[in-house]
């Protein structure tokens, strides 16, 4: 059974900084290009920054580029996304997304930033 699991949410002040982390299991992670999501109230669900399975292909929104940063252990199975300079508009549940032939979702995580 494959699972996701997000973690490291929460509540940040503007211009804080949050790292996500999204744990795999039962899927074979290297192989898997894994993207995060994240969708704010009444927005549909927009990416944010997708890593290749080797780790050496990133990809970023025009709108987090030089804040954001993703990465990966595929010895822990777990892939990583680093925000800083955080803003207001960055708060939205984010999601973890592994996908081959087939898309894998996780449970998503809440980040809000507000003074």
């Known amino acids: 059974q494959v699972q996701l699991v997000e973690s490291g949410g929460g509540l940040v002040q503007p211009g804080g900084s949050l790292r996500l982390s999204c744990a795999a299991s039962?899927?074979?992670?290297?192989?898997?290009?894994i993207t995060w999501y994240r969708q704010a109230p009444e927005k549909e669900r927009e990416l944010v920054a997708t890593i290749s399975g080797t780790g050496l292909s990133t990809a970023y929104a025009d709108s987090v580029k030089g804040r954001f940063t993703i990465s990966r252990d595929n010895g822990k199975n777990t892939v990583y996304l680093q925000m800083n300079s955080l803003k207001p508009e960055d708060t939205a549940v984010y999601y973890c997304?592994?996908?081959?032939?087939?898309?894998?979702w996780g449970q998503g995580t809440q980040v809000t930033v507000s003074s």
């Open positions: 039962g899927l074979t992670f290297s192989v898997y290009l």
């Open positions: 997304n592994a996908k081959r032939t087939t898309n894998y």
